[in-house]
């Protein structure tokens, strides 16, 4: 598994990545060709083949061209916040993700995902696809945005959180998985899916047992093995405190979940579009394996987060410092 934090500074970029048939040490190419030729906003940070706009997501994806991207990872908000509890790191605290995670009523939250599901379709090629992750607050609307705006959907994959914190009322099950709906554009035009990687996959969660007799502690791959056809249920711990070394998104997603997602549905020099960007853990994947990658994210503090988490990437990767 990589952990970005732990990786010292300034290694070869094949001693960052774990053995796989797909993890191939990228080069970054200084092709641009994925900029329109009048730029969209001033971007807010741009370097080589990372994009960032600080921006409504809706009103930047009305603006980009249309059939130019190959693969959108959208993670909207949950509107999940409100007044109450939950529990973290064995503490209570608010949920309250930020004023964007705000519900305004199931019809006006609904509208915000047709509408933007309906304008990142416009953006993707003929054989695009998204990937929309949430839980139950949101996931529906959004699969349901999905079919009236005539996508193909793919799969359901459930996201199971092995280390998911613990519920404090005890008057429910404990929430351990998030899903992500996977779709295409278009019903009949083939889209990108690298089966064979995803069957040689090795990099899985390890469940720890202990010998009933002696004691003797081992570890097997949980969900996976390397070998056999990769099913929709994955089992990916939440992000560990290294990956938040920068300070922390409240949402933010794993590493590894979107490294499995960019190797799994888009090749080298794709273009993938977040219009959640967060922390950008889609475009550090993406930059890691030679994708293109264009962010949107209408909070600062979320972008000066992300650079921060791009340039350490970069500097592990051994890219020049930028000139300016
Ligand atoms: C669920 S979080 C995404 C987290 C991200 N996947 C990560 O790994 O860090 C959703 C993000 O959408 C941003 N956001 C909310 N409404 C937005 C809008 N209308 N336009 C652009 N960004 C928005 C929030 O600031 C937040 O960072």
Not at 219 to 234: A, I, N, T
Request: net charge positive; glycine share 4%; hydrophobic share 35%.
């Amino acid at each position: 598994m990589i952990k970005t934090q732990a990786i010292p500074k300034m290694v070869p970029l094949n001693t960052l990545l774990p053995h796989h048939p797909l993890k191939e040490p990228t080069k970054i190419s200084l092709l641009d060709d994925h900029q329109p030729k009048q730029p969209l906003l001033k971007p807010y940070y741009k370097r080589e083949n990372i994009t960032l706009y600080q921006a409504d997501a809706l009103a930047l994806l009305h603006k980009m061209p249309e059939n130019s991207v190959d693969v959108i990872f959208a993670d909207p908000p949950y509107f999940l916040s409100s007044g109450t509890f939950s529990c973290q790191n064995g503490k209570r605290v608010s949920v309250k993700k930020g004023n964007w995670d705000l519900s305004n009523g199931m019809k006006e939250d609904y509208t915000f995902h047709d509408k933007w599901i309906k304008a990142c379709r416009k953006v993707l090629k003929p054989n695009g696809t998204i990937w929309i992750s949430g839980t139950y607050h949101s996931i529906y609307l959004c699969g349901f945005a999905l079919r009236m705006n005539a996508y193909h959907i793919l799969n359901d994959i459930a996201w199971f959180k092995p280390n998911a914190a613990p519920n404090l009322s005890c008057r429910f099950f404990t929430a351990s998985h998030e899903t992500l709906l996977w779709a295409r554009k278009e019903k009949k035009t083939p889209h990108t899916f690298n089966y064979k990687a995803m069957v040689a996959w090795e990099d899985n969660y390890q469940k720890k047992v202990s010998c009933n007799h002696c004691n003797k502690k081992d570890s097997h791959p949980f969900l996976h093995q390397e070998g056999k056809q990769m099913r929709s249920v994955w089992a990916i711990n939440t992000p560990s405190k290294g990956e938040k070394t920068f300070g922390k998104h409240p949402t933010q997603k794993p590493l590894a979940l979107l490294e499995r997602i960019i190797l799994a549905s888009t090749n080298p020099g794709d273009l993938v579009l977040d219009p959640f960007t967060g922390s950008s853990t889609t475009g550090l994947a993406a930059t890691l394996y030679g994708r293109k990658f264009i962010g949107i994210d209408n909070q600062k503090k979320y972008l000066d987060l992300s650079i921060k988490r791009f340039e350490q990437l970069q500097q592990q990767m051994g890219v020049p410092e930028k000139q300016s």
